[in-house]
């Protein structure tokens, strides 16, 4: 009989709040450990064992293991043991199960009860680092609250826990890096932060809040509008300049819902709670479009823009302001500008009226030397290709005639005229190469693409093939995986002239 067993998982159960289930498998990995350290002090070997405990009566039973395998490992030999000899104790045995032998117990005396305490402490931790890991990992992308416990070499501890749970292991670590440059905080502050990850490391459960992300201020406008939560108003983009200036792109989802006046609140009530978190950062509200240029428009405020020009295949704005206006629309270091092409996703170039007009102007004369070449047109005609924003023969051969209809200068046998001379001079090219390497033989390039292709000087199947997959999706929009077969079967013709 063994009641100081029972004893001891009795109290150290309700001593650390954890079922009898935990305690009883410690005790049981004690006792099993004793065991193998006295194996390898009298007899020299390094073996597996198992100890069960009859919850009952107290009483337990030890077992040494071996795992039965095909081949034994030399420094696992006194923990293995090959099927054929294992099968001749158990014939119903295979490989991966394990083979027991009863041997005798050792007695749990006062030294062994320690060493099962300490077992107990190190399992009651690791259940509580697993329980923590499994609270938190859904809450990644979420607010976190907590209050400041220390502050080493620039980072910052949160206590998470509640404020009278003593020894809580629910703390959360804010890195230098991820903290508003100049911000004071202090021990005992109450503060804020967004979860960007959850790790389980052998130290313990991390879990890494930052205050520089976009997505925290986007989590606090949640907090502090009620129609972002309800749906009536979207926030779809953030950028920021932490602690100095960021711009939210917003979307109203209710006609008769002002978005913009929404997060901004009675007397701007909502956007100075969340720039007061954010130490008093300065936070432009853009009202989001689906046309690019316009919602560009809006993301340059206060700037207004006078014209913008658009290229879609590199997806780069030209934007011209007034030159009174040129240092507001770029910012303090170009702040301005580099928000609002974050929050836009596209590459923005700003500058004057008249360096805007003179870009055009020489852009305009290249390009209608290129069709006075190319197509053998007049300079009037030239200079209306270019004014309309044709940028190649591929482009004039393959517009529709509903657009081409739309330009006032040109009627019907001018159009078609056009039209014709450009598909000649395609086809002009395309004889030059081999009917083989035309990049029509490739059966995932569509018309667009070809046409883009083309635009970049990318006229064979020989010219992909020479291209890298990234090359590639730099022109046309593919997946990954279709631009490498794309590519591959591209060099395919190399392969089969060699």
Same mark, same amino acid.
């Given at each position: 009989?063994?009641?100081?067993?029972?004893?001891?998982?009795?109290?150290?159960?309700?001593?650390?709040?954890?079922?009898?289930?935990?305690?009883?498998?410690?005790?049981?990995?004690?006792?099993?450990?004793?065991?193998?350290?006295?194996?390898?002090?009298?007899?020299?070997?390094?073996?597996?064992?198992?100890?069960?405990?009859?919850?009952?009566?107290?009483?337990?039973?030890?077992?040494?293991?071996?795992?039965?395998?095909?081949?034994?490992?030399?420094?696992?030999?006194?923990?293995?043991?090959?099927?054929?000899?294992?099968?001749?104790?158990?014939?119903?045995?295979?490989?991966?199960?394990?083979?027991?032998?009863?041997?005798?117990?050792?007695?749990?005396?006062?030294?062994?009860?320690?060493?099962?305490?300490?077992?107990?402490?190190?399992?009651?931790?690791?259940?509580?680092?697993?329980?923590?890991?499994?609270?938190?990992?859904?809450?990644?992308?979420?607010?976190?609250?907590?209050?400041?416990?220390?502050?080493?070499?620039?980072?910052?501890?949160?206590?998470?826990?509640?404020?009278?749970?003593?020894?809580?292991?629910?703390?959360?670590?804010?890195?230098?890096?991820?903290?508003?440059?100049?911000?004071?905080?202090?021990?005992?502050?109450?503060?804020?932060?967004?979860?960007?990850?959850?790790?389980?490391?052998?130290?313990?459960?991390?879990?890494?809040?930052?205050?520089?992300?976009?997505?925290?201020?986007?989590?606090?406008?949640?907090?502090?509008?009620?129609?972002?939560?309800?749906?009536?108003?979207?926030?779809?983009?953030?950028?920021?300049?932490?602690?100095?200036?960021?711009?939210?792109?917003?979307?109203?989802?209710?006609?008769?819902?002002?978005?913009?006046?929404?997060?901004?609140?009675?007397?701007?009530?909502?956007?100075?709670?969340?720039?007061?978190?954010?130490?008093?950062?300065?936070?432009?509200?853009?009202?989001?479009?689906?046309?690019?240029?316009?919602?560009?428009?809006?993301?340059?405020?206060?700037?207004?823009?006078?014209?913008?020009?658009?290229?879609?295949?590199?997806?780069?704005?030209?934007?011209?302001?007034?030159?009174?206006?040129?240092?507001?629309?770029?910012?303090?270091?170009?702040?301005?500008?580099?928000?609002?092409?974050?929050?836009?996703?596209?590459?923005?170039?700003?500058?004057?009226?008249?360096?805007?007009?003179?870009?055009?102007?020489?852009?305009?004369?290249?390009?209608?030397? &290129?069709?006075?070449?190319?197509? $053998?047109?007049?300079? @009037? *005609? %030239? !200079?209306?290709?270019?004014? +309309?924003?044709?940028?190649? #023969?591929?482009?004039?051969?393959?517009?529709?005639?509903?657009?081409?209809?739309?330009?006032?200068?040109?009627?019907?046998?001018?159009?078609?005229?056009?039209?014709?001379?450009?598909?000649?001079?395609?086809?002009?090219?395309?004889?030059?190469?081999?009917?083989?390497?035309?990049?029509?033989?490739?059966?995932?390039?569509?018309?667009?693409?070809?046409?883009? &292709?083309?635009?970049?000087?990318? $006229?064979?199947?020989? @010219? *992909? %093939? !020479?291209?890298?997959?990234? +090359?590639?999706?730099?022109? #046309?929009?593919?997946?990954?995986?279709?631009?490498?077969?794309?590519?591959?079967?591209?060099?395919?013709?190399?392969?089969?002239?060699?």
């Amino acid at each position: 009989m063994n009641k100081e067993i029972l004893l001891v998982i009795e109290t150290v159960s309700n001593e650390k709040n954890v079922s009898k289930e935990v305690i009883v498998d410690a005790v049981e990995h004690a006792l099993a450990g004793a065991v193998k350290k006295k194996f390898r002090l009298n007899q020299k070997q390094d073996i597996e064992a198992r100890v069960t405990i009859d919850l009952e009566t107290g009483n337990y039973t030890t077992y040494r293991r071996w795992l039965i395998v095909d081949e034994i490992e030399d420094e696992l030999e006194d923990q293995q043991i090959l099927l054929n000899d294992a099968v001749l104790k158990n014939k119903d045995l295979k490989i991966g199960d394990y083979l027991e032998e009863e041997v005798a117990s050792i007695k749990f005396g006062r030294i062994l009860a320690q060493a099962a305490k300490n077992v107990i402490v190190q399992k009651v931790r690791d259940a509580e680092r697993s329980r923590i890991v499994e609270l938190y990992l859904p809450k990644i992308g979420q607010l976190i609250f907590g209050i400041v416990k220390r502050v080493e070499k620039g980072n910052v501890y949160i206590d998470l826990g509640m404020p009278d749970k003593e020894g809580s292991m629910e703390e959360a670590i804010i890195l230098k890096e991820n903290l508003i440059p100049r911000e004071a905080i202090r021990p005992g502050d109450r503060l804020r932060g967004f979860l960007s990850d959850v790790q389980s490391e052998t130290r313990g459960p991390q879990l890494y809040i930052t205050r520089k992300a976009p997505e925290f201020l986007v989590e606090l406008f949640k907090l502090e509008v009620p129609e972002v939560g309800q749906g009536l108003i979207e926030i779809l983009g953030a950028a920021r300049d932490p602690g100095l200036r960021a711009k939210i792109s917003v979307k109203s989802n209710d006609p008769k819902l002002d978005a913009i006046g929404a997060c901004v609140g009675m007397r701007g009530s909502r956007v100075q709670s969340v720039s007061n978190e954010l130490g008093g950062e300065r936070i432009d509200i853009i009202m989001w479009d689906e046309d690019p240029a316009k919602f560009v428009i809006n993301a340059m405020s206060p700037a207004e823009v006078l014209s913008i020009v658009v290229d879609e295949e590199k997806k780069i704005m030209d934007i011209a302001v007034s030159e009174d206006q040129l240092s507001q629309a770029i910012g303090r270091g170009g702040q301005n500008v580099r928000l609002a092409s974050e929050l836009t996703g596209w590459e923005l170039n700003v500058m004057s009226k008249e360096e805007a007009d003179d870009k055009l102007t020489e852009e305009n004369k290249k390009l209608s030397s &290129l069709f006075m070449e190319e197509l $053998n047109v007049d300079q @009037d *005609v %030239a !200079d209306v290709l270019a004014k +309309e924003g044709f940028s190649s #023969i591929n482009e004039i051969a393959y517009c529709s005639l509903e657009e081409f209809n739309s330009i006032e200068d040109f009627d019907t046998d001018i159009i078609n005229e056009l039209r014709k001379r450009a598909l000649d001079k395609l086809e002009l090219k395309k004889g030059k190469l081999d009917k083989d390497n035309l990049l029509s033989n490739i059966k995932e390039l569509s018309e667009e693409d070809i046409i883009k &292709l083309n635009n970049h000087d990318i $006229n064979s199947i020989d @010219d *992909v %093939a !020479d291209l890298s997959v990234a +090359e590639l999706l730099d022109v #046309i929009e593919l997946s990954e995986d279709i631009a490498g077969k794309i590519i591959m079967e591209a060099r395919e013709r190399w392969i089969n002239q060699e």
